[in-house]
């Protein structure tokens, strides 16, 4: 019977990951380079939640290049398509997400704004649905209706917030993210280093 590696996924110890193992193969201290990633991504975690702009800046930028890169792709797309109707629904939505793309990277904080506003939106919507969900089944009901009525609540907030408080929460959303990637990596440098 063939032996198997297990998948770093389903076993979630460091050991088995296969980068961990590359990193020990390397020579030197491999570990303190993880490490120093790991510090730099929660001091960049700390100026994201003590400045929201830096994080409403970036996440504009990082929009508005994906508009655009999204907006040459459809436009590629309709000059190749073969039906005439998809043609020029391809040729219009290039043209959109160009046109946004080149707003949001030409303003930023507004660029990240409007994805507070787009989850403010999904928010009621989602909450709208698990509500009505919850009144047509049994299963759940007071969980699905907590839920529902928890996302509207929050996507009201978003809408009707000012631009500090939409700032001030997808700057907390990128800040999360880096905390918790910076702790995995420094546990990450901590394993390889007594490795």
């Given at each position: 019977?063939?032996?198997?590696?297990?998948?770093?996924?389903?076993?979630?110890?460091?050991?088995?990951?296969?980068?961990?193992?590359?990193?020990?193969?390397?020579?030197?201290?491999?570990?303190?380079?993880?490490?120093?990633?790991?510090?730099?991504?929660?001091?960049?975690?700390?100026?994201?939640?003590?400045?929201?702009?830096?994080?409403?800046?970036?996440?504009?930028?990082?929009?508005?290049?994906?508009?655009?890169?999204?907006?040459v792709a459809a436009l590629a797309?309709?000059w190749t398509a073969l039906s005439?109707?998809?043609?020029?629904?391809?040729?219009?939505?290039?043209?959109?997400?160009?046109?946004?793309?080149?707003?949001?990277?030409?303003?930023?904080?507004?660029?990240?704004?409007?994805?507070?506003?787009?989850?403010?939106?999904?928010?009621?919507?989602?909450?709208?649905?698990?509500?009505?969900?919850?009144?047509?089944?049994?299963?759940?009901?007071?969980?699905?209706?907590?839920?529902?009525?928890?996302?509207?609540?929050?996507?009201?907030?978003?809408?009707?917030?000012?631009?500090?408080?939409?700032?001030?929460?997808?700057?907390?959303?990128?800040?999360?993210?880096?905390?918790?990637?910076?702790?995995?990596?420094?546990?990450?440098?901590?394993?390889?280093?007594?490795?």
């Open positions: 019977m063939e032996r198997t590696e297990p998948d770093p996924l389903l076993t979630p110890d460091v050991g088995h990951d296969p980068v961990v193992r590359q990193i020990e193969r390397t020579p030197g201290s491999s570990w303190g380079w993880v490490m120093a990633y790991g510090l730099l991504l929660l001091l960049v975690a700390l100026i994201v939640l003590v400045n929201p702009l830096v994080s409403g800046v970036a996440t504009g930028l990082l929009l508005g290049i994906a508009l655009v890169v999204c907006g797309a309709g005439k109707r998809a043609r020029w629904t391809e040729l219009l939505l290039g043209i959109l997400a160009l046109l946004a793309g080149v707003f949001a990277i030409a303003n930023p904080v507004a660029g990240a704004l409007s994805l507070v506003v787009a989850i403010g939106f999904w928010l009621i919507l989602s909450g709208v649905f698990q509500i009505a969900f919850a009144l047509r089944v049994r299963e759940d009901r007071g969980w699905r209706l907590l839920l529902g009525g928890l996302d509207v609540v929050l996507g009201f907030i978003l809408l009707l917030s000012g631009a500090w408080v939409g700032l001030a929460f997808l700057a907390t959303l990128v800040a999360i993210s880096f905390i918790v990637r910076g702790v995995f990596l420094i546990q990450l440098a901590l394993a390889l280093r007594k490795a």
